[in-house]
């Protein structure tokens, strides 16, 4: 089975940084990486689908990038409403979700 | 309006059964391939299963093959999963998501609110 790790686990940022998630697979996915939103209370929302592609009506502050093994999620400038757990999640075979990263306010 | 709505959770006892349902609306159910995750209180994701858009195909995840059925009626636009010899370890939010599946993309890109599934004595 691939595994997933995705890093930091937590962070705590401040309304306008740039924020950077990563997601690494323990073999080559090609582009099989997803990236999802969840608020507390909520249910997940997808953002990014295919490592890059922005889910549309999704804000183009967030961003996707990567290839293979080794995944980059990207919150140009952090907004108030996306203090929220953010979960990778590749397709090689059967689905798997990332542990989650939650960014909460600093 | 597009979404998707679950019913069926509760509380029940260890190995016993339930069936969590999940109406859809505002898109042509019978073209999508729809998903079952589930999130243990406090817990990350965990995919499920996932039956194709004609029912032909289903899969399951380790921990509840054998033990879950995944079933859809295209007629009444519903998605089901029968759970039985359920555990405690089984207790979580159970989401019903649309999903996107092919030969090389799987992913859900609307999910509906969830029903809470509580397996204790």
């Known amino acids: 089975d691939i595994q997933m790790t995705q890093s930091p686990s937590s962070l705590s940022a401040s309304v306008g940084d740039r924020v950077t998630i990563t997601c690494q697979a323990s073999?080559?996915?090609?582009?099989?990486l997803n990236w999802y939103q969840q608020k507390p209370g909520k249910a997940p929302k997808l953002l990014i689908y295919d490592a890059s592609n922005l889910k549309t009506g999704v804000p183009s502050r967030f961003s996707g990038s990567g290839s293979g093994t080794d995944f980059t999620f990207t919150i140009s400038s952090l907004q108030p409403e996306d203090f929220a757990i953010y979960y990778c999640?590749?397709?090689?075979?059967?689905?798997?979700f990332g542990p989650g990263t939650k960014v909460d306010i600093k | 309006e597009v979404q998707l709505v679950e019913s069926g959770g509760g509380l029940v006892q260890p190995g016993g059964s339930l069936r969590l349902s999940c109406a859809a609306s505002?898109?042509?159910?019978?073209?999508?391939?729809m998903s079952w995750v589930r999130q243990a209180p406090g817990k990350g994701l965990e995919w499920v299963s996932t039956i194709t858009g004609s029912g032909d195909s289903t899969f399951y995840a380790d921990s509840v093959r054998g033990r879950f059925t995944i079933s859809r009626d295209n007629s009444k636009n519903t998605l089901y999963l029968q759970m039985n010899s359920l555990r405690a370890e089984d207790t979580a939010v159970y989401y019903c998501a649309k999903a996107w599946y092919g030969d090389n993309y799987w992913y859900f890109d609307l999910w509906g609110r969830g029903t809470l599934v509580t397996v204790s004595s």
């Open positions: 073999q080559d996915i090609s582009n099989y």
């Open positions: 999640q590749q397709y090689d075979n059967l689905p798997f």
């Open positions: 505002g898109f042509t159910f019978s073209t999508y391939a």
